[in-house]
């Protein structure tokens, strides 16, 4: 079946540190895949999301780039602020193939210090 | 525009008890879901709306969860006789079905603890 993994956390960076939290997915056909953040008290947010092989996705200085031979998505910044600290969740969704929940992998919290 | 609002945002009953959580979707979604966030567990998808019907219920974790939308609009999810291991946060997503990768938008939660 569908499923994500994720690098387990936590992650504890210095600020202006590079950042890679690791992603990759199992699933058939051709899934569109995400990257979701959840601030401290906050909602779950979009924060970028790729639908194609080779498609990089890009927010807020974050990126990620959907490598279909190597099932990967991904996420970097090359330099983090105190305010990228949250929980970051990579998550891929076949909604082409009518599929349409979001499979999410168990998140990374991600905790930058000054 | 507004987002997707969830009410309670917090949620205290007795074991035993029935409770009901309301979800308001972005106007004009026509795509609505519920998934459970717990420690342990992670995201959980429960069950998918489309319009009124829902088409995919293979997330309810037993038959005491039920859900329901009417008017392609507000959706009520329901927990019967509920158990301790119902405590989570319950989020409710929605999306313009059809549109683009099915990017959902999340309302804030309901934190529901089951004493």
């Known amino acids: 079946g569908d499923s994500v993994t994720q690098m387990e956390g936590p992650v504890t960076l210095s600020e202006e540190a590079f950042l890679t939290i690791n992603c990759t997915y199992t699933?058939?056909?051709?899934?569109?895949l995400f990257w979701y953040v959840q601030y401290p008290g906050e909602g779950l947010q979009l924060l970028l999301k790729?639908?194609?092989?080779?498609d990089k996705g890009s927010n807020k200085g974050f990126e990620a780039t959907y490598r279909k031979e190597t099932t990967s998505f991904h996420l970097e910044k090359g330099s983090v602020q105190v305010s990228d600290s949250a929980v970051y969740f990579c998550?891929?969704?076949?909604?082409?193939?009518?599929?349409?929940?979001?499979?999410f992998g168990t998140g990374t919290r991600l905790t930058v210090i000054p | 525009g507004a987002g997707v609002s969830q009410s309670p945002s917090n949620k205290v009953t007795e074991k035993g008890k029935d409770v009901e959580l309301r979800c308001d979707p972005i106007?004009?979604?026509?795509?609505l879901y519920w998934y459970r966030q717990s420690l342990g567990q992670g995201l959980e998808f429960l069950i998918y709306?489309?319009?009124?019907?829902?088409?995919?219920k293979s997330g309810l974790p037993s038959d005491r969860f039920s859900a329901e939308r009417t008017g392609g609009s507000v959706s009520t999810l329901t927990i019967q006789r509920t158990q301790q291991e119902d405590s989570a946060v319950y989020l409710c997503a929605s999306s313009l079905f059809g549109k683009g990768a099915n990017e959902q938008f999340f309302g804030p939660g309901t934190r529901l603890t089951v004493l």
């Open positions: 699933a058939t056909g051709y899934p569109s």
């Open positions: 790729a639908t194609k092989a080779d």
């Open positions: 709306f489309q319009g009124n019907s829902a088409p995919d």
């Open positions: 106007s004009g979604h026509t795509a």
């Open positions: 998550a891929l969704s076949r909604f082409q193939t009518g599929a349409n929940n979001l499979f």
